[in-house]
T-cell receptor, first 108, second 115 residues
């Protein structure tokens, strides 16, 4: 099975940086996804890591350490529109297993 | 290109009534998923299809839930009879293949309220 842990809530100021941590224990692992979900909307893809290291995509970066079962999503230069839930999900080829999500609130 | 389309967006029904949700995946996507998302939780997989075959339905409560994907394109998820605990958002997603390296695209979901 999958056991995925991430903080429930985080608050940060506009323009700041926030790091969302995710730890996981899985019976099989083929990569880790981060999704963003605004209230009442569908989850949308942010990043995918399958190898150890940092993947950077604009203001968002994602890091993976397979040996530690650990990932983080880094959001830089926070904007108000970044207020959303961020979902960490592991995959074992065909099944996406999600954490409960981290609600990020960006304050002016 | 159109994304994953689901209908209806919202549904309110009385307990013990039947309900059905419809999903049209992205064209060419062979893999289709139904997820259920409770408030404040991440999505939980109910069933996965590869074309028209249900290859993972281990999390589907088969006493009251059923699903089909005729012709390997559109899919419907049915609950009969609905219970109060079924209130949730039902998300459909599709991907080109398994999610080993390809992202899953989600529809906007159907918010079900059972009263």
């Amino acid at each position: 099975g999958q056991n995925i842990d991430q903080p429930t809530e985080m608050t940060a100021t506009e323009g700041a940086i926030v790091q969302i941590n995710c730890t996981y224990q899985t019976s099989g692992f083929n990569g880790l996804f981060w999704y963003q979900q605004h209230a009442g909307e569908a989850p949308t893809f942010l990043s995918y890591n399958v190898l150890d290291g940092l993947e950077e995509k604009g203001r968002f970066s994602s890091f993976l350490s397979r040996s530690k079962g650990y990932s983080y999503l880094l959001l830089k230069e926070l904007q108000m529109k970044d207020s959303a839930s961020y979902l960490c999900a592991t995959t074992n080829d065909y099944k996406l297993s999600f954490g409960a999500g981290t609600t990020v609130t960006v304050r002016a | 290109e159109a994304g994953v389309v689901q209908s209806p967006r919202y549904k309110i029904i009385e307990k013990k009534q039947p309900v059905a949700f419809w999903c049209n995946p992205i064209s060419g996507h062979n893999t289709l998923y139904w997820y259920r998302q409770n408030l404040g939780q991440g999505p939980e997989l109910l069933i996965r299809y590869e074309n028209e075959e249900a290859v993972d339905d281990s999390q589907l409560p088969k006493d009251r839930f059923s699903a089909e994907r005729l012709k390997g394109v559109d899919s419907t998820l049915k609950i009969q009879p609905a219970e109060l605990g079924d209130s949730a958002v039902y998300l459909c997603a599709s991907s080109e293949g398994g999610t080993g390296g390809t992202e899953a695209f989600f529809g906007q979901g159907t918010r079900l309220t059972v009263v």
